[in-house]
């Protein structure tokens, strides 16, 4: 059964501090995405990559970074963690244009 | 601006009726369209994709699509309380492997 996997389900970080979020993929996708789930404003996204090393700016990518090193492994790194990066974390994977695999999600709350 | 407009909802249906589900999408050039499933809590799972006018079915649900309308649906026959949940549409073009996402439709069968 492919899988993505999302390190944390949930995580409570105080404001400023540098927050990391993994997500593994075990289906040698080569798509990897990070999108953010808020509550009326659906599903948002932060960033993407292609392929290792490649990454490309989403819709809202300020307060965010992202590293992949390797194919099966993207992280979303919050900087300076803000209050207002409080929420639910998605991160997919996808083979071309077939639809996405999601992880369970890590709901972040920031205080 | 692409847009993918669905009706928030909740949809309520009884137990054992048909749903009906449905999605409008702005950009003529999108070429692949999916349905996910969301329960409370948890994150999105690809339940349909279709990517041809007409219909295509997968057990108790079926996707239609009719791009001269720009217009998507999933209808889910017999539906279960189990079903009970936010269902989002998405739509990508020829070539993008990001499709745009709707708000979702919250469905609620009722015993």
């Known amino acids: ?20 979020l993994e997500c593994v993929q075990d289906m040698d996708h080569e798509n990897m995405f990070w999108y953010r789930q808020d509550p009326g404003l659906g599903l948002r996204l932060i960033y993407f990559s292609y392929d290792v090393k490649m990454k490309e700016k989403g819709d ?9 090193e390797k194919k099966e492994r993207f992280s979303l790194i919050l900087e300076s963690a803000s209050t207002n990066q409080t929420s639910m974390y998605l991160c997919a994977s996808s083979l071309k244009q077939w639809g996405y695999t999601f992880g369970s999600g890590t709901r972040l709350t920031v205080v | 601006q692409k847009e993918v407009e669905q009706n928030s909802g909740p949809l309520s249906v009884p137990e054992g009726a048909i749903a009906s589900l ?22 999105p799972e690809l339940i349909m994709f279709i990517y041809s006018n007409g219909d295509k079915e997968d057990g108790r649900f079926t996707a239609q699509l009719n791009k001269a309308s720009q217009y998507v649906s999933l209808l889910i026959r017999d539906s279960q309380p189990s079903d009970s949940a936010t269902y989002l549409c998405a739509a990508s073009s020829g070539g993008s492997y990001i499709p745009t996402f709707g708000r979702g439709t919250s469905l609620i069968v009722h015993p």
């Open chain 1, 1 to 20: 059964d492919v899988k993505v996997t999302q390190s944390s389900r949930y995580l409570v970080k105080r404001t400023g501090e540098k927050v990391f």
């Open chain 1, 60 to 68: 809202i990518p300020e307060g965010y970074s992202v590293s992949r």
């Open chain 2, 22 to 43: 449905n999605c409008t999408y702005s950009d003529r050039g999108s070429q692949s369209f999916f349905w996910y499933r969301q329960y409370s809590g948890k994150s």
